[in-house]
């Protein structure tokens, strides 16, 4: 016989931990399938050495339980993913949600039975579940990227990527490493190697602009403080665009009401705060091209001071408006090039051609190599839906529906793919905030719906293909007022050779927020609801 429940959840990460514990609380059975052999998803892939959240610690935290929030501490400003990992695991118990996983179990297929209203869900070993409605938290950055390079197979060293970094430990001292990608992954690995590899090379392709993190322990006084009212911590941060850091100033004006003097003052000032805060210094640094060339110089600026070598300082600088690809979150990169054992190689002057059995050959030249390090990033927010076969009414398949890009309402449901939800789906904020929050807001809107649905005796839900069109123009509205489509990010999907380029988050997440209650208090507008029976 079949086993059923009323909601499969895909994932194990930190969006599927909260889908289970909202699902439960909506009075719902619930069985969750995780690839990983253990919770955490990102944090548990990425377990390369220097991985860190880029978010502040009290932010990038659960806030669906006050007790959980309240007994936890964290100890520095940013949490290393061995620290959040503890306190995934801690969530995981405190919330006895083991029960409902089942680890080492990707999910294969998802295929809709209209007339029963039920997905049968059926996992890589041939297992098959049923449920009435399926929640995809397969993550956004969870389907990597490995750049197909000819030779790979002939390699006699080690071939690495950052997001699926072995569990027991790598042995580089001594070793020739190279480093592919200067993204947020390679920006934290980089320095970690460097102290132990004999010789390093950093392969790059496109150089990010890389902000002090100015990581530091976490002072005490502050996370009392914060505990002293964490809802209203919360609510603050849930009212920014970015959904956080709302304890730090942001200056609305624009960069050209003031002098010269004032404007680098401003920068400097900023810079100091550590994390993306740079990009808080004026109002228009993301919306107008002029203004953030000015911040994008200022950066140069301190790359030039901070590596001595000026050709190396000058490759090291990056051409593209800052903030279009998501800036990275650094500690000691730029001066980690300073060190005579670590070497800068332009692949965007001579691309990589072949991997050798004992190196890596560029169109410059070949470098010899023990171990290479992959941080080539991801097939972002499409990658893990689309692997898997996914059909819905009349056994559509998803990827024939978003053969021109993803096609969502609100990020959270696809028409043709009823009971079918996507957290932090392309078409929501997702990526462009605090993912934490992004999380809490799409968990409890899923967990409020399925609970309205069982109320009120409704069978299926639908997002209409008249609510999907206009969210869709709402998305490319928004984001072009920004700055953000105006280079090659993955956030268009530009980093995949082949991908349809569609920018795919939702600029601006107190808004979204609010038209997300608003659609719920409306009765679920732009969603077809079907009742049971009829
Ligand atoms: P990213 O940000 O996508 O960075 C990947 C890096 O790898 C980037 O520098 C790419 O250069 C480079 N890359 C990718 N393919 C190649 C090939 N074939 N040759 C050379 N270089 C290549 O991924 P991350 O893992 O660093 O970060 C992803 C997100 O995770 C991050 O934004 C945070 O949100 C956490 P390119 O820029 O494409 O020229």
Known sequence: MTVSFD????????????????????????RVFEAGAGPGGTWYWNRYPGARCDVESLEYS?????????????????????????YVDHVVERFDLDRDIQYDTPVAALTYDEPACRWTVRTEAGDEVVARFVVLAAGCLSSVNMPDIPGRETFSGEIL?????????????????????????????????AEEAKELYVFQRTAAYTLPARDQPLDPGLQAAVK????????????????????????????????????????????????????????????DAAANELVADFIRGKIRRIVKDPGVAEL????????????????????????????????????????????????????????????TGFDAMTGALLGIDIRGRDALPLKDVWADGPRTYLGLGVPGFPNL???????????????????????????DCLKYLADHGIAAIEATPEAEEAWGLRVNEVAGRTLFPSCDSWYLGANIPGKKRVFMPFVGFPAYAQTCAEVAAGGYQGFALTRTGT
């Open 228 to 287: 002293a009212d964490y809802a209203g911590f919360r609510a603050r941060n849930n009212a920014m665009a970015t959904a956080g850091l709302s304890r730090y100033p942001t200056n609305p004006s624009s960069v050209f009401l003031v002098s010269a003097a004032e404007r680098e003052a401003a920068f400097e000032y900023f810079w100091g705060l550590g994390g993306p805060l740079l990009l808080r210094s004026f109002g228009d640094l993301m919306s």
């Open 7 to 30: 909601v499969v959840v895909v994932g194990a990460g930190l969006a599927g931990l909260q889908m289970l514990h909202q699902a439960r609380e909506a009075g719902l059975s619930v």
């Open 421 to 447: 939800f996507t957290m932090t789906g392309p078409g929501s904020p997702s990526v462009l905030t605090n993912m934490l929050v992004a999380i809490h807001q799409h968990a409890t809107w899923i967990g």
């Open 316 to 375: 090291l600088s990056p051409k593209q408006p800052v903030g279009c690809k998501r800036v990275c979150v650094g500690t000691g990169y730029y001066e980690t090039f300073n060190r005579p054992h670590v070497r800068l190689v332009d692949v965007a002057s001579a691309p990589i051609e072949e991997i050798t059995p004992d190196g890596m050959r560029t169109a410059a030249g070949t470098h010899g190599l023990d171990t290479i390090v992959f941080a």
């Open 161 to 193: 990527h950052t997001a699926r970094w072995p569990h027991e430990p790598v042995e580089l001292s001594g070793k020739r490493v190279g480093v592919v990608g200067t993204g947020s992954s390679g920006v934290q690995v980089i320095p970690a190697i």
């Open 62 to 86: 659960y806030q669906f339980s006050e007790e959980l929030q309240q007994e936890w501490e964290w100890t520095r400003r940013y949490a290393s993913q061995p620290e959040i990992l503890r």
